[in-house]
């Protein structure tokens, strides 16, 4: 009797560590090759047809009086549907979006506001080492800024056009959008922007036709590369551009001092800015791919 119990537990625990095994096996499901990238792609969502995974890693961002230099990468990344016709625009074939998975849709990258708080920039002629010192006093403790940029709405108000984007006509990428200054006097909640009130940046890859005083400028496609079989489609050095988007004035800077601070910083940063007098510069790989591929290598590696 004892010996049959034996035998019934020894399938037991076999039976378990088999079935743990399974668990394990589908638990370390991953993406190979290039198609890592969409690890937070929401594929598996009814409506998501495509997933996309775009890192800029350089430009620029004219705010008001203020140019920022993008010196750390920010990323989007998530999916979004078939195109549609939107009715309020009916010129645009846009389709929706559909945020990342680890809720990081847009990454937030603080960006060094060049001369701080105070705004001191040395003269263009000034020896690299004068350059370093005045960046080394007033961008750094209680006069350091930085901006960050972050979405001002919800992931599905975001909107692109795959075939704008592709073509280089017409806007590519519409995103809401808010800037938080950050600096010790600021307080945790100085934004440029809010949800009530976005910046909205009608991005292209094409020519802007901005009102005066900005003059029109040229983006790029970039690179057309092609990975895994042609299954990814990527755009190495895209440049996406708009200079038509106006800003709002800064608000809830200083914290219980923002009556006095806001006003400082909208005089020191020249806000609220009108259309016209702000550009944005993004320079970008941008990688795109089929729903259906990212979970066809998914399920090819488990």
């Not at 890693?57 to 989007?76: A, H, Y």
């Not at 263009?124 to 930085?146: D, F, H, M, Q, R």
């Amino acid at each position: 009797m004892r010996g049959k119990w034996a035998r019934v537990a020894s399938l037991a625990l076999a039976f378990v560590t088999m079935a743990m095994l399974s668990i394990v096996s589908v638990a370390s499901a991953e993406l190979t090759g290039a198609f890592t990238r969409f690890g937070f792609c929401p594929r598996k969502a009814p409506e998501v047809s495509r997933c996309v995974y775009s890192v800029t890693d350089g430009g620029e961002v004219v705010l008001g009086s203020k140019t920022v230099p993008i010196v750390k990468p920010v990323t989007l990344q998530g999916g979004y549907t078939r195109p549609n016709f939107e009715e309020e625009s009916p010129e645009f074939l846009f389709s929706k979006f559909v945020g990342a998975t680890n809720g990081v849709t847009l990454s937030k990258a603080p960006q060094p506001v060049p001369g701080g708080l105070l705004g001191l920039l040395p003269p263009e002629s000034s020896p690299p080492l004068i350059n370093a010192l005045v960046k080394a006093a007033v961008e750094n403790g209680l006069t350091g800024v930085s901006s960050t940029l972050e979405l001002a709405r919800p992931a599905n108000e975001i909107r692109l056009s795959e075939n704008h984007l592709a073509e280089g006509e017409g806007v590519a990428l519409v995103l809401p959008l808010k800037a938080r200054l950050e600096n010790p006097l600021l307080g945790s909640s100085c934004y440029v922007g809010s949800s009530a009130n976005p910046i909205y940046w009608e991005l292209t890859t094409g020519k802007t036709n901005p009102p005066l005083p900005n003059e029109s400028i040229n983006g790029s496609t970039g690179v057309i590369n092609f990975l895994e079989g042609a299954a990814i489609i990527e755009a190495e050095d895209a440049v996406l551009i708009d200079n038509a988007w106006a800003a709002p004035e800064a608000d809830g800077c200083g914290g219980l001092l923002s009556a006095v601070m806001d006003p400082i910083i909208n005089l020191a940063s020249g806000l609220p800015a009108k259309a016209g007098t702000n550009t944005a510069i993004l320079k970008n790989d941008i990688s795109e791919t089929t729903a259906d591929s990212v979970n066809e290598n998914d399920e090819a590696n488990p």
